[in-house]
């Protein structure tokens, strides 16, 4: 992409350029975080259990993941306003068709191409910005674009929320809608290529292997619980695959003239742990948000409206992560890393402590601080993942950087969807193995008959409520699961070298 970023300046003004692809990068933004506050309304509607409603998410941060590296591509072919414009519009589309969906397959797909579509928006808007801000005017400009990265998510969800309780989940798809005119209209007004293009050749043995492989890689993940993993002929195959494709990846790698992702790149001990790390942040950025509304909606009967609040405050604590970054910039950036995946740990502690009388305060006080923790662990983790890279290989290490980080948050958030369901059942099946009418503890309440081992109404309500207080242990493993994610991560942080 650096090749051919120099392409958009012109005669605009920087300011109107910075505010086009600032909408791009909001627009984008905003989908992550704004389904998510409907999710237990779809399931209800679309009549899905929790690990298919999971799949609006998985599904579309994967095709993110897979379409990302094309980009660059894409670009030298295209340019950038024509791949930009493109973009936006497939997106709209895409989301319309999710707005009218009946049915949770075809939902899925339109929302695999809203992945798909939406995939350039990002790291095009970072080009076009260090292609047009002289290198001592960048900082202000990454600023600014960085406010617009969290503003979005952090206004969304409560105005999606609000509009979904109004009046039902396809509005989140709609309000959407005028945002891409805008960013549409900014684009065509203000971002402008010049003829001068370099049209390169993609290794499509390379990308089509790296993308199956990744791809089965999330459907195996998806499906195997329900599908009771290696006794199925399908899980079989997509673990074949997984293999096969994956085989014929590191081969064309290390043998091909221009590999689609150059092996010089994991010489590099900086870029090596990088690709760790921004893994691990991909797993910890995206997950509590799916985790979360399902949690405060189908336990503790939470409304659309209050969870779109709820989420909001990560958004919230990601600007004030922001500011923090930019007043810690002269430290060791071991340190904002460090630090910053300790707050996401330690509000993943705190969230597995939570129970079924949590109150909304400690649920937002939370959030902020796991916003926090994720500005402040990905600005220094972006800086030393790329500090000791040569530039001619920055386009194929963004590539695998941002795929990584994609491609963790997909699998984390079904192993995470998993640990909700499995020891959500195990729970079940304790709790239940030790209320019996002779039990000590089963004096139950007689208010209106429920909680009764005399009545066909009384069991039905025992029966769905321990079946919550066995969901809520699962929930609270899954969140356990997270923080211990996060601490892990500390020890791989120390290891970063700091370029002298």
């Known amino acids: 992409m650096s090749a051919t970023a120099s392409s958009t300046t012109s005669n605009i003004p920087r300011g109107l350029i910075l505010l086009a692809v600032s909408l791009c990068t909001m627009l984008y933004a905003i989908t992550l975080t704004i389904v998510n506050v409907v999710l237990p309304q779809m399931q209800g509607a679309l009549s899905a259990t929790p690990d298919q409603i999971s799949w609006v998410v998985t599904l579309n941060v994967i095709a993110t993941a897979v379409a990302t590296p094309m980009t660059g591509w894409m670009v030298a072919r295209w340019g950038h306003r024509n791949v930009l414009l493109w973009s936006i519009i497939g997106f709209s589309i895409?989301?319309?068709?999710c707005a009218l969906a009946d049915t949770l397959v075809p939902l899925l797909i339109y929302r695999v191409g809203q992945g798909a579509f939406g995939a350039p928006l990002v790291p095009l808007?970072?080009?076009?910005?260090?292609?047009?801000?002289?290198?001592?005017?960048?900082?202000?400009?990454?600023?600014?674009?960085?406010?617009?990265?969290?503003?979005?998510?952090?206004?969304?969800?409560?105005?999606?929320?609000?509009?979904?309780?109004?009046?039902?989940?396809?509005?989140?798809?709609l309000l959407i809608l005028p945002l891409c005119a805008a960013t549409f209209i900014a684009v065509w007004l203000w971002v402008h290529d010049t003829n001068e293009r370099h049209p390169t050749s993609l290794?499509?043995?390379?990308?089509?292997?790296?993308?199956?492989?990744?791809?089965?890689?999330?459907?195996?993940?998806?499906?195997?619980?329900?599908?009771?993993?290696?006794?199925s002929f399908e899980i079989l195959a997509y673990?074949?695959?997984?293999?096969?494709?994956?085989?014929?990846?590191?081969v064309d790698t290390m043998t091909h003239e221009k590999p689609f992702i150059n092996p010089r790149l994991f010489l590099d001990r900086n870029f090596s742990i990088g690709l760790v790390l921004v893994f691990i942040y991909g797993m910890l950025n995206i997950t509590p948000t799916v985790l979360i509304p399902t949690m405060l909606q189908n336990l503790m009967g939470y409304p659309d409206s209050m969870i779109g609040i709820l989420l909001a405050?990560?958004?919230?604590?990601?600007?004030?992560?922001?500011?923090?970054?930019?007043?810690?910039?002269?430290?060791?950036?071991?340190?904002?890393?460090?630090?910053?995946?300790?707050?996401?740990?330690?509000?993943?502690?705190?969230?597995?402590l939570f129970n079924l009388e949590v109150d909304p305060l400690t649920v937002a006080l939370n959030g902020i601080l796991q916003g926090i923790g994720s500005a402040i662990?990905?600005?220094?983790?972006?800086?030393?993942?790329?500090?000791?890279?040569p530039i001619h290989l920055l386009p194929d290490a963004s590539?695998?950087?941002?795929?990584?980080?994609?491609?963790?948050?997909?699998?984390?958030?079904?192993?995470?969807?998993?640990a909700i369901s499995r020891t959500g059942r195990i729970s079940y099946s304790e709790l239940a193995e030790n209320i019996t009418p002779f039990s000590d503890n089963a004096q139950f309440p007689q208010v209106m008959g429920l909680w009764s081992f005399d009545t066909v109404q009384g069991l039905a309500a025992l029966g769905s409520e321990v079946t919550r207080q066995g969901l809520m242990v699962g929930y609270a493993n899954s969140f356990a699961l997270y923080a211990a994610v996060a601490f892990a991560a500390i020890p791989l942080m120390l290891l970063v070298k700091i370029k002298e």
Request: proline share 4%.
């Open 377 to 389: 662990m990905w600005v220094p983790l972006s800086i030393v993942a790329f500090a000791t890279l």
């Open 399 to 418: 590539s695998i950087f941002h795929l990584l980080r994609n491609f963790g948050s997909s699998i984390f958030i079904s192993v995470s969807v998993l």
């Open 125 to 173: 808007a970072q080009a076009i910005i260090v292609a047009v801000y002289p290198p001592e005017r960048r900082a202000f400009a990454q600023g600014i674009f960085g406010i617009a990265v969290v503003i979005g998510p952090a206004i969304a969800p409560a105005i999606g929320g609000y509009l979904s309780e109004a009046y039902n989940w396809r509005m989140v798809f």
């Open 313 to 352: 405050s990560r958004g919230a604590g990601m600007v004030i992560g922001f500011f923090a970054v930019a007043q810690m910039a002269k430290f060791d950036p071991r340190i904002g890393m460090i630090l910053g995946v300790a707050a996401i740990g330690i509000s993943g502690w705190n969230m597995a």
């Open 94 to 97: 895409a989301s319309v068709l």
């Open 239 to 250: 673990l074949a695959l997984i293999v096969a494709a994956f085989w014929v990846f590191v």
């Open 203 to 231: 290794n499509w043995t390379g990308f089509l292997a790296l993308s199956i492989a990744v791809t089965c890689g999330q459907l195996m993940m998806d499906r195997g619980e329900r599908l009771d993993w290696w006794d």
